[in-house]
């Protein structure tokens, strides 16, 4: 098998292999938004986390938003947002945040689990499955 044929192949076996989770990615993006209510939540809190620079050694702190908001029947939860960064300041005092009706405290606060992921997972799909197309169409030029 020249070069050519197994490149093209190896790109087409990852676009292949990206299809599924891009599909799976997506739907659950759709179901959150579709299914899940929609509320306001704000800013009480930060939870702290130590990390350590494997290279240099040293410690630093990193932050992540704690929100509050309250479901259709006006009972409060909390949520840690997961989103973790250096500085407070970067932080939303106010973020949108959808939660299941039948279980208020399974809520999602990130904008880029919604809609991030699942593009960056469609875009290297596709990307993948370009470049196997245009690998095994384009003559070697030496």
């Known amino acids: 098998m020249n070069k050519d044929k197994l490149t ?6 990852l676009g292949i292999g990206l299809i599924l989770p891009s599909i799976i990615f997506s739907f659950n993006t759709i179901k959150i938004l579709t299914t899940y209510q929609a509320t306001k939540g704000i800013l009480i ?3 702290e986390k ?7 050694g040293t410690t630093y702190i990193l ?3 704690i929100y509050e908001y309250f479901d259709k029947r006006g009972n409060r939860y909390t949520i840690n947002s ?6 407070t300041s970067l932080i939303n005092k106010e973020s949108k945040i959808y939660y299941d ?5 399974l809520a999602v606060t990130s904008s880029f689990q919604l809609y991030g992921i699942p593009l960056i997972s ?5 990307v993948c499955l370009i470049t196997a197309y245009i690998v095994k169409k384009s003559p070697i030029i030496l």
């Open 45 to 47: 809190d930060f939870y």
């Open 101 to 105: 009706e039948n279980f208020p405290q």
């Open 63 to 65: 932050y992540a938003p």
């Open 50 to 56: 130590e990390k350590e620079d494997k290279k240099t």
């Open 82 to 87: 997961g989103s973790y960064t250096n500085m």
């Open 122 to 126: 469609i875009f290297f799909c596709v």
């Open 8 to 13: 093209s192949l190896l790109f087409l076996i």
